[in-house]
């Protein structure tokens, strides 16, 4: 199970950090990420980490901005958000997956990945 926090309602050009705790005892096994998915459209991958912290990959829109990272002794997946923009407000979902891939066009798949988060509110004012 997986439960994002950490949203809010910031402005242009401030900081947010999301959080993701998950339950169990394998979380140090599966690859992360982060999706977004603002109204009316396709929920849009953010970022992703794999198992041990020592490989992410991010969108081209967030990157130099946004941070993910991961601490396997507390079971917890973050995102580190600065510099954040209008087009950043969105719905955040994090995610888990058993079948991480080295391969960047699978990371970027919703549908590569086997469980999900609720979602966090991120709003950025201009």
């Known amino acids: 199970q997986l439960q994002a926090s950490g949203g809010g309602l910031v402005q242009a050009g401030g900081s947010l950090r999301l959080s993701c705790a998950a339950s169990g005892r394998t979380f140090s096994s599966y690859g992360m990420a982060w999706f977004r998915q603002a109204p009316g459209r396709e929920r849009e991958f953010v970022a992703s980490i794999n198992w041990s912290g020592g490989s992410t990959y991010s969108a081209d829109s967030v990157t130099g901005r946004f941070t993910i990272s991961r601490d396997n002794a507390k079971n917890t997946l973050y995102l580190q958000m600065n510099s954040l923009k209008p087009e950043d407000t969105a719905v955040y979902y994090c995610?888990?997956?058993?079948?991480?891939?080295?391969?960047?066009?699978?990371?970027?798949?919703?549908?590569?990945?086997?469980?999900w988060g609720q979602g966090t509110q991120v709003t950025v004012s201009s």
């Open positions: 995610a888990a997956t058993t079948r991480y891939s080295s391969n960047y066009y699978y990371q970027r798949q919703p549908g590569g990945y086997d469980y």
